[in-house]
């Protein structure tokens, strides 16, 4: 089929989607145990307990919230075990759940995603793409039949290791398919994986464990979500191409300047300030995502706000991926590379103030403002990678996405664990005001401060591959001791005797 050819525009963005749909499936295992922690626990006896409603008189909605809420009264379980359909039971929360959702699993995350970036500038990208699908779809698939809590640790940071590949794999491939006027925008809709994974574990972890499909109540979550990711490693390994890579970005303007380092691409002012600065934003989303089920269900519990969350997490996120992407793309042909920093800063400027109404209004507004908040705040990541692939040399783009990532995941991943004191000094909505909308308005700051780094101005400039076909030569690679192109002289042609010199020189 001419549609799926090599290098067609079908088969560019039948990539970008099996890609993403990947990168959605590996976030929905990512996610997941933050929604059946609790049923988790209850099979798996791990966590801490409390007073909650009696699993056997729970009313149809999983989330009605007003009877559990007054079993929480009931501090201890002998108070507890005396009222009527409330238990003394796990509710999928403490030291273990906290260990089991984010240290084990970031650790591991950010180490290999430094490891298989530099990997990928070496090796085929589709090849290993295609196995580490396979490792976190087959690790997702295990976490169904675990027994012990131990098990499921495992599990989690095996499937942490496969998923670290994702990122760093897919978008160098992306980026040597796309050209620079749609790049931001693709970055964009392969970055969304993140959220729309993160949404997709509200209705998947909530709704098939209600369904208790076979009798396998949470199990059945993690083996359909690792059914469906081991057939798109099929799929990936069967029908995507491995690219010739390509020079982009501010690449092709170098010239006959000095080689560039990895080193000195990672410590320069415009990549620390552009780590700094993710990391922060990375802090508040990441702080939102951990906390908003808890935060609506401790502040409205008689509001089900779970339909609300999913809805505007794939919603209004996702019209905001593409509406980020286009423009950045669309001022970036008339005012360069700075032009990408701009739009970013004001983009997460624009999302600090309906951030903090999210978490500071009763419910009908704060999901207005939040889905305000989302629509310019989801613009991030799409628009930073892109400012990232453009300002790194060719053989190390993906190294240095991985050492981004491991950076950008440590700080932001980790940050949202000072919530919990300072809430105690604080008050939990405060708290979350610093660490969720605080970040998003400092982030926007250095976003701003790092345009001054950034190249402006338009330039023509053209994207060349980097594979060099066989027996052929780069005449680029000619160059004397101090770095300058020889200059080549055509051997001289054979001069009759018999002319003199004024008729050579005619």
Sequence with gaps: MTCLKEGSSFFNYYTLAIVTIGYVLGELGHYLIGVTSKQTAMDLHYGDKSCQMSTSDEIESIFEVPGNATCKAFGNSTSCDGVESCEWTWNGLGLDYQLLAGPSFIAIFTIFGVILGFMADKYNRKATLTICTFI????????????????????????????????????????????????????????????????????????????????????????????????????????????????????????????????????????????????????????????????????????????????????????????????????????????????????????????????????????????????????????????????????????????????MNNIGGNLPIAVDPVSKILGYRAALMIFYAGMYGISSILFLITCIFLESGKKEKTETTGNIAENAYQNSGFTNDEGVPKVIYTPRMFVPQDLDKESIRL
């Design 136 to 407: 976190f779809g087959a690790a997702c698939f295990a976490q169904g039949s675990v027994k012990t809590y131990w098990q499921l640790i495992i599990l989690r940071m095996v499937m942490a290791a496969g998923e670290s590949g994702c990122n760093p794999l897919a978008q160098g491939i992306l980026s040597d398919i796309f050209p620079e006027d749609k790049r931001a925008l693709v970055m964009a809709i392969f970055n969304w994986g993140i959220y729309g994974g993160y949404g997709l574990a509200f209705p998947v972890g909530r709704y098939i464990t209600k369904a208790n499909i076979m009798n396998l109540g949470w199990r059945a979550c993690y083996y359909i979500a690792g059914i469906c990711t081991l057939i798109i490693g099929v799929v990936t390994g069967l029908t995507l191409k491995e690219p010739p890579r390509k020079a982009i970005g501010n690449e092709n303007d170098k010239g006959n300047q000095p080689e560039e380092t990895l080193w000195k691409v990672m410590i320069h002012p415009r990549m620390l300030l552009l780590m700094l600065a993710a990391s922060l934003r990375h802090c508040g989303g990441m702080t939102f995502a951990y906390n908003a089920d808890l935060y609506y269900n401790t502040y409205f519990p008689e509001v089900d706000l779970g339909w609300w969350l999913f809805a505007l997490t794939i919603g209004i996120g996702s019209i905001g991926v593409v509406v980020g992407g286009v423009v950045s793309d669309k001022i970036v042909a008339k005012m360069g590379i700075r032009s990408r920093g701009y739009v970013l800063a004001l983009s997460q400027l624009l999302s600090t103030i309906p951030a903090f109404g999210s978490v500071y209004y009763e419910p009908k507004w704060a999901m207005t403002t939040l889905a305000l908040s989302y629509f310019f705040a989801e613009m991030w990541f799409g628009i930073l990678f892109a400012i990232v692939v453009e300002i790194v040399p060719l053989k190390m783009r993906s190294s240095v996405i991985g050492i981004f990532l491991f950076v």
